[in-house]
């Protein structure tokens, strides 16, 4: 018999990332292979918010991907939704619909 779906996706992770099998704390970063070398320069050149050369390609590789001309990067979790709300028109009074099982900034958005 094989492995549970659990340890499954676990040795699937692992692949990918090339962590150990030991536990990899929540506060102790991986950075692999080019990333290091990306957050390097990040940390070097002072640009380590939301903004610089970095975020810049990011944001001109995602609107390629959609095939947009431009696209926005924001720093957190409850801008995005609050601001694609707003693109799309959404008022005071509105029916916004929202997943259950989720963090709070989905709902915080809206409110």
Do not use: Y
């Not at 499954?8 to 099998?21: D, L, N, P, W, Y």
């Not at 975020?55 to 609050?82: I, K, W, Y």
């Amino acid at each position: 018999m094989g492995q549970s779906f659990e340890a499954e996706i676990v040795a699937r992770v692992r692949r990918v990332t090339g962590a150990s099998a030991s536990m990899i704390p929540p506060h102790a970063p991986l950075f692999a292979r080019r990333a290091w070398k990306l957050v390097k320069d990040c940390l070097d050149t002072g640009w380590v918010s939301s903004v610089g050369s970095h975020v810049d390609r990011f944001v001109q590789l995602v609107a390629e991907a959609s095939g947009v001309r431009f696209g926005v990067a924001v720093g957190q979790g409850t801008a995005a939704p609050q601001i694609a709300l707003l693109l799309a028109g959404g008022a005071a009074g509105d029916v916004v619909v929202v997943p259950t099982l989720t963090f709070a900034a989905n709902a915080n958005a809206v409110v």
